[in-house]
């Protein structure tokens, strides 16, 4: 590649070299933005600025990186969930905008000022904990990973949102759950089967396994967090659990073994039941 470039002639030349992206421009001027910290409407101001040498060597850098499919929010370090920037990292799962639902059935079944007690299950960078934290001020918030990676990013992430009352657990489960009991349990556990070959395509292939893949079928971490939930839950509490969109019969049969009532599934915008909802009686 040539010394000087225009970001107009930068662009086009990285986005012609991602031939294995769906989104090679889109995925060029988001690394772009990222190496210039402007935002991408900049480039359509000003397309005939001649980026500087080092400029252009970050930005031929992240386009190599890219090239060899390496997730373009582990790039940049980031991604948005619920209108907020998240840091993120390969030591935690890249937050998805499925994820949101979650957040859709919370205010759906709590007030926005209601005094109530939420246990996030593997929060990994923490998106669940600090969105709720944030939109329900009146809740007390308990986070919990099993990775003090994931954990210390969660952490980064609660400072830089302000959320200052979460209370982060190092925790495969419940395991180091002092016997509380809350009025919501909440978790994205792990649920692809170790065999499912989406595991080899994509942003999937670079995202810590620890927070994708669980045992028999997928369904492992369902049954450890199903089975013990109810300990841990208020009379009348909720449990709500993101899941995959063919798994959501199975989540509900384990939920109704473990004493759960008023079982409900939550489509996607897509219309696949992608998260179900239980009460303790
Ligand atoms: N929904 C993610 C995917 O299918 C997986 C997230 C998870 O396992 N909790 O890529």
Redesign the pocket.
Known sequence: MSHRLTIKEALTQAADLLTDSDSSLLDSEVLLAHVLKKTRSYFRAWPEKVLTPNELKAFQHLIEQRKTGQPIAYLTGEREFWSRSFNVSPDV?IP?P?TELLIDIVQENFSPDQAFSILDLGTGSGIIAITLALEFKNATVTAVDISEKALSMAKKNARQHKADHIQFILSSWFKNIPKNRFDLIIS?????SPNDQ?LREGD?RFEPNS??IAQDNGLDDFKKIITKASVFLNPKGTILL?H?FQQGAIVKNLLESSGFVQIRHYQDIQGHVRATLGKKP
């Open positions: 799962l998805r499925d994205n556990p792990p649920y692809i989406h999937v927070a994708l993101e995959g």
